[in-house]
Nanobody, 112 residues
Framework: QVQLVESGGGLVQPGGSLRLTCAAS???????MGWYRQAPGKQRERVAG???????NYADSVKGRFTITRDNAKNTVYLQMNSLKPEDTAVYYC???????WGQGTQVTVTS
């Protein structure tokens, strides 16, 4: 069982940036990795995913603003979030969904 720990969340003004980090306790080299979010009263949604070969995909709502990357040598996945909007406010989770590894989440709040 690999543990995933997210960090980097916080409070930011609209238009600002945050970088989320997901640190894994073991190798994630062979896993598809994703960043998900869940806002109050809403279903969890995947905002970004990255394959083992580095191919990425994004939800339409974050395309052009968010970037997912991975560093397999460091067992780490990142989510760079730019041009943040109030509607990006949510708890963000890192996951290897195909093997049901999930982090505990980190809160991102975008407000003026």
């Amino acid at each position: 069982q690999v543990q995933l720990v997210e960090s980097g969340g916080g409070l930011v003004q609209p238009g600002g940036s945050l970088r989320l980090t997901c640190a894994a306790s073991g190798s994630i080299r062979s896993n598809f990795m994703g960043w998900y979010r869940q806002a109050p009263g809403k279903q969890r949604e995947r905002v970004a995913g990255i394959t083992t070969h580095g191919i990425t995909n994004y939800a339409d709502s974050v395309k052009g603003r968010f970037t997912i990357t991975r560093d397999n040598a460091k067992n780490t996945v990142y989510l760079q979030m730019n041009s943040l909007k109030p509607e990006d406010t949510a708890v963000y989770y890192c996951a290897a969904p195909l093997v049901s590894f999930w982090g505990q989440g980190t809160q991102v709040t975008v407000t003026s």
